[in-house]
């Protein structure tokens, strides 16, 4: 079982920046492929950014060069830091573990870009 505590997010202008964290407990963090999803109202969740055990990162064209994801595994978190965000950004993140079949969510944190 594996227990993901999101936080960071707030209202900001548009073209400021947010970091978001994912803090993880429960298990080995450091086998689990973690990801940043996002969902906007009247919308379905979509992928904003994935990072591998081994460190290999995958983002949604809509955040490339704006988006960047990382993980500390000595601290068990992993962060998606946005800049130059944009109104469209505006949506729930939520923080996922995925290894082998075993996938978690955290109840996310709202972002909100004003323009």
């Known amino acids: 079982q594996v227990r993901l505590v999101e936080s960071g997010g707030g209202l900001v202008q548009a073209g400021g920046s947010l970091r978001l964290s994912c803090a993880a407990s429960g298990s080995i963090f450091s086998i689990y492929s973690m990801g940043w999803y996002r969902q906007a109202p009247g919308k379905q969740r979509e992928l904003a950014a994935i990072?591998?055990?081994?460190?290999?990162?995958t983002y949604a064209d809509s955040v490339k060069g704006r988006f960047t994801i990382s993980r500390d595994n000595a601290k068990n978190t992993v962060y998606l830091q946005m800049n130059s965000l944009k109104p469209e950004d505006t949506a729930v993140y939520y923080c996922?573990?995925?290894?082998?079949?075993?996938?978690?969510w955290g109840q996310g944190t709202q972002v909100t870009v004003s323009s």
């Open positions: 996922n573990a995925l290894n082998q079949g075993y996938n978690y």
């Open positions: 990072i591998t055990s081994g460190g290999s990162t």
